[in-house]
């Protein structure tokens, strides 16, 4: 089975009621991927598209629930921080 467009890392909002998982291929092309945030009754919230996505088993992301912001290791060798609102 294909596993090119299965999710990465997951992380957990417990304030927000959030699951946010990262989607290497989400946006279908090459190296463009997004994190998908969905509620805890696995409904689909919304995309933040525009990461370099990390393969799986990449770095995780992290999140800060209270302000609703996390922030991605992005690019070539994982060398630059990207910030992101949900």
């Known amino acids: ?3 090119q467009f299965s999710g990465g890392g997951v992380a957990v909002d417990p304030v927000n009621k959030l699951f946010l998982v990262s989607a290497p291929n989400a946006c279908g092309a090459g190296n463009v991927g997004a994190i998908e945030v969905y509620d805890e009754s696995g409904n689909f919230i919304q995309t933040i598209a525009g990461f370099t996505a ?3 088993g990449g770095p995780p992301f992290v999140i800060n629930p209270s302000k609703r912001m996390g922030w991605a290791l992005i690019g070539v060798g994982f060398k630059h921080l990207q ?3 949900y």
């Open 83 to 85: 910030q992101f609102f």
């Open 1 to 3: 089975m294909d596993q």
């Open 54 to 56: 990390p393969p799986v």
